[in-house]
């Protein structure tokens, strides 16, 4: 596609549901980011994908957070057992060469 | 998570006056530095990026310099506008690819 695409672009789910959010990258992109960015605050490096592998995973905050990629295309962002805390924005970013790093819109996450 | 500096300051700035945003990075074996503007609910998008063997790059109305001596970044955006006005955000790329997001400024242009 055009550019990183991310769904939903809103999600507003109880505490203790599991989410999925989904991240669809610019065609023939091997690498895949995820952030998360809390209100008013920078962007926390979570997982990064080269190719299908994820060779670091070391800013996932917890075990209730997950992610894959198939394809050396999409990816979701699994959340499960949702707490207030996870509420944030969450971008991807998807690159073929170093620093061309594309950004879509996030998908804004709200637990009530 | 990684990032470096999650409170974000503010610069204020009046409309024609240049500005300048400065961040501190992490990591001295950093190759690749990236400055990104933030919009109200985007995503980041590119403005200019610099090599570590270089200090000085210049775009449209951009300048980025590096200091590789303190770890230091500046961003300079010449004759500031209303439509600069957003969320500027360093971020350095590690060995392996990694892109790791510094200090956020925000940036307030009034007219």
């Known amino acids: 596609g055009a550019g990183v695409s991310q769904s939903p672009s809103n999600k507003v789910t109880e505490k203790g549901k599991d989410v999925e959010l989904r991240c669809d990258p610019i065609?023939?992109?091997?690498?895949l980011y995820w952030y998360r960015q809390r209100l008013g605050q920078g962007l926390e490096f979570l997982i990064y994908f080269q190719g299908n592998s994820a060779p670091d995973k070391s800013g996932l905050p917890s075990d209730r957070f997950s992610a894959e990629r198939t394809g050396e295309s999409v990816s979701t962002l699994t959340i499960q057992r949702t707490q207030q805390e996870d509420s944030a924005v969450y971008l991807c970013a998807s690159s073929l060469v170093v620093s061309g790093y594309t950004f879509g819109s996030g998908t804004r996450l709200t637990v009530v | 998570g990684e990032s470096v500096g999650l409170h974000l300051p503010t610069l204020s700035v009046q409309e024609g006056d240049n500005s300048i945003i400065n961040c501190a990075y992490s990591n001295s074996a950093s190759d690749y530095f990236i400055w990104y503007k933030q919009e109200s609910g985007k995503g980041p998008q590119f403005i200019i990026d610099?090599?570590?063997?270089?200090d000085k790059r210049q775009g449209q109305r951009v300048t980025v310099l590096l200091n590789k001596t303190v770890k230091h970044l500046s961003l300079q955006i010449a004759a500031t506008q209303p439509g600069d006005s957003a969320v500027y955000f360093c971020?350095?790329?590690?060995?392996?690819?990694?892109?790791?997001f510094g200090q956020g400024t925000e940036l307030s242009v009034k007219p």
């Open positions: 610099i090599r570590s063997n270089m």
């Open positions: 971020a350095e790329i590690l060995q392996g690819g990694k892109l790791i």
């Open positions: 065609s023939g992109h091997t690498a």
